[in-house]
């Protein structure tokens, strides 16, 4: 016998309830109870207790809902992009547009959407790893890779929609290129000299491959931070490394000296050069001025013959007794005699210096000129 039946016992009902008490609300009264309470609110009026259930919100109430709301709901459909970034519009989820810089608007969420991509961000992967070289030897390399956003409209959809995880690509395609170009050069390359090939070659291939898969990525700068040989034998090629650049050091000094003796004798090519170009000039110049000299004289001297031969024997002898230093004493029955014996030692000191010295003509007349004095001198010929 069920609990509510005729005839049942009150003490089975479920609820805990006794006979006089109220049983639970029923879930129809609780639904008509909040209709009526909040229909009068948006302009309906309540629902009078009726058998056949509550009634509906009224036309006029949604309606001005509408009205009011669209508006608000249009608003939130400006958006500002900054000068820095690209904004991406997608509608339900599908790409639409690019936009610039500046004041835009699309359809309110959840219709369109938009991201912004900052373009101008610089990001860096820094890549560390062991790299065979084409000589079979391992170099421990860590490079460091700046990329941004390309600023192209293109660049920032295919960086949100081509590639899951674009930047996770950049990183492989930098270890892939790196691998590629490391394995094909010798590992002394690597080390010392071609360090900056090795970069630039690999920011080449990096922006290829990312290129390819259409990342929308630009690699800015590719930076080699550390490129050695591993642990065990470091020491062995820091000896190899030390030595080569003390042969560099070598080169460059003696490439310095010998710069330093070809312009030192250039310049002293130079110098004589110019010397003896300033000599024969002079000897030109000297040699066209006796030249003239002679032929003015030898127009005077056709002119009046004796008076030019009169006045060279004068200039001649001026010039050879104001050389000389012979004394001439024209007076008669003075038997004494005052001697120049300070321009006598001068004559005899010329005359010793003239043995040691090459013959020339100042010397073979200053010569001639002591020979004169001590003939001259009444010693030599035993006068008193």
Known sequence: MAWNEPGGNGSKDPWGHRKNEQGPPDL?????????????????????????????????????????LFPLWLLFGFYIVQPAERGVVTRFGRYQQTTDQGLHWHLPY???????????QVRAVNHKALMLTEDENIVEIELVVQYRVGENKEDAKDYLFNVLEPDNTLHQATESALREIVGSSNMDAVLTNERDRVAADAKKLIQTIVDHYQTG???????MQNAQPPEAVQSAFA????????????????????????????????????????????????????????????????????????????????????????????????NLMVLPLDKIFTSSQLTEAAKLTPTSPSTMNRSSQSEDNKKNDPRSRGDR
């Open 239 to 334: 000896d190899v490394i030390k030595a080569r650049e003390d042969e560099e050091r070598s080169k460059n000094k003696a490439q310095a000296y010998k710069n330093g003796v070809v312009e030192q004798a250039g310049g002293t090519a130079g110098k004589l050069i110019e010397e003896a170009k300033a000599y024969k000039s002079m000897v030109v110049a000297h040699a066209q001025g006796e030249t003239q000299r002679f032929a003015k004289i030898l127009t005077e001297y056709e002119k009046a013959p004796m008076i030019t031969r009169q006045r060279l024997y004068l200039e001649a002898m001026e010039s050879v007794l104001n050389n000389t230093s012979k004394i001439l004493v024209d007076v008669p029955g003075n």
């Open 217 to 223: 990525l630009k690699v800015i700068s590719v930076n």
């Open 110 to 120: 959840p219709i369109e959407n938009v991201q912004k991509i900052d373009v101008q």
């Open 28 to 68: 129809d009264e609780v639904i008509k109870k909040m209709r009526d309470k909040f229909g009068g609110w948006f302009g309906g009026k309540p629902n009078k207790p009726t058998g056949g259930g509550g009634g509906n919100f009224s036309g006029l109430a949604i309606t001005t809902v509408l009205v009011v």
